[in-house]
């Protein structure tokens, strides 16, 4: 396909193509027919990027042969998945479904994937994208013989949450095999007013940060998909087009959206696990549990051995917004499995106020401090999971909250920079 025919939404033409698409779907709330999803939005509900797209007819997927990049978020305003609304639109020739980690039916746990198969509800075939990249991913896309990838996947705000980079990989692979690119936005959960935490250092980019951005980025996935075409993807830029939301502000948290939360994950069940995961995830790099196999994971945490001391610790620090109680709880699965363990529970009382970085930093400096077991992954994955191993080592040093968040204030600041130039929302 060329650029003539399709379009190329870069970095100097972005405004233009973005307006371009919104003209498309004016007046939503009379949008009707086959794939419209419920397109109507309700009074202050947020109409994603996927109500847009069906409502303006599909008219950018129009002549090409599509695959869906998606897991059960994807989803109508009505609760149903936009693969068996596609598939079922004459005007969208839809032939391949790509899952993410966890698989395109959410089935796997963290660090897995499905496999490739057939979905059984549409016949169509799903391929594997885990694990996958570059050259191997551009491999996939040739074989699934698509003309456009159309990334949908709620995502959670946090560089270590893999589905940004599963985007990521994919802007590169579908430029290596010569697609184009659709992100169909949906809100940041935990909103978007700020960015907060360190920034990745090169060295330490793995699957949980490819490239130098904050650890909580407060960004949408169309407005990362610009940054990441703008800034990282310079030499193989891909043919991009984003389809943005109406209706959501950069202050606005998943309950105020109007839209129903299914989980990305199978340990992200809730609005409030996502809040707090930014700053308690960082326990998968501790021989701590940081909650798998409860019924509120990342929301407790703890160890065999910890007491009402942690959280006596944590409370002391008087972070905003947050308290910290006393917790016990038995991993059903994960780190601790069948053994009580003791530990903190996090009760966020000002969503405003909470920054879910400085929480999890307080936490390992508390943590750290009050239980003699405490340890580091032998790995050191707590550095892939900061961008650095700086937190580690001005944790071990015994350093406290506001030394560790000094340290990489400037680097925040110069990302926020950038940052500022790909936002979508006010």
């Known amino acids: 396909m060329s650029l003539s025919r399709r379009g190329l939404l870069g970095l100097a033409g972005s405004a233009g193509a973005l307006g371009a698409v919104g003209a498309a779907v004016t007046g939503v709330e009379g949008a009707a027919g086959p794939g419209a999803a419920g397109a109507a939005a309700g009074a202050g509900r947020v109409c994603t990027g996927f109500e847009r797209l069906a409502a303006a007819g599909y008219d950018v997927l129009a002549g090409q042969r599509v695959g869906v990049v998606t897991n059960p978020t994807g989803i109508t305003a009505d609760a149903r998945h936009l693969v068996d609304v596609l598939h079922a639109d004459e005007r969208v020739d839809l032939v391949a479904v790509f899952g993410p980690e966890h698989g395109f039916r959410g089935t796997a746990q963290a660090g897995d994937s499905e496999g490739a198969g057939r979905d059984p509800a549409t016949g169509l075939p799903v391929y594997d994208t885990y694990g996958k990249s570059g050259q191997a991913l551009a491999d996939v896309f040739t074989t699934a013989g698509i003309d456009t990838v159309v990334f949908d996947i709620q995502d959670v705000g946090a560089r270590f949450y893999t589905y940004i980079w599963t985007l990521y990989d994919c802007m590169r692979a579908a430029a290596l095999a010569g697609k184009a690119v659709v992100v169909l936005d949906r809100p940041n959960p935990v909103g978007g007013i700020r960015a907060a935490g360190p920034v990745l250092e090169r060295p330490y980019a793995s699957f949980v940060g490819r490239e130098p951005i904050a650890l909580a980025h407060g960004m949408t996935a169309a407005e990362l998909a610009l940054l990441f075409n703008g800034e990282f993807l310079t030499g193989n830029r891909a043919e991009l087009r984003t389809v943005r939301m109406t209706g959501w502000r950069r202050d606005a948290l998943f309950g105020t959206t109007g839209l129903p939360w299914v989980p990305p994950s199978p340990n992200m069940p809730t609005p409030d696990t996502a809040l707090a995961y930014a700053g308690t995830c960082l326990f998968e790099g501790t021989n701590l549990s940081e909650g798998r196999g409860t019924t509120t994971p990342f929301e407790v945490l703890g160890a065999e051995g910890l007491d009402r001391r942690w959280a006596e610790a944590a409370t002391a ?21 069948g053994k009580p363990c003791g530990g903190v529970r996090l009760i966020v009382h000002d969503r405003a106020a909470f920054d879910p970085v400085r929480a999890g930093i307080g936490l390992l400096v508390t943590a750290r401090r009050s239980w003699s077991g405490f340890a580091w992954r032998a790995d050191h994955w707590i550095d892939r999971l900061t961008g650095s191993d700086r937190v580690r080592t001005l944790v071990d040093a015994g350093a406290g909250v506001d030394e560790i968040a000094g340290d990489w204030a400037a680097g925040l600041e110069r990302f926020a920079a950038v940052r500022e130039e790909y936002l979508l929302y006010p």
């Open 317 to 337: 620090l008087e972070l905003p917004g947050v308290w910290f109680r006393e917790s016990y709880f038995t991993p059903t699965f994960s780190k601790h499995t």
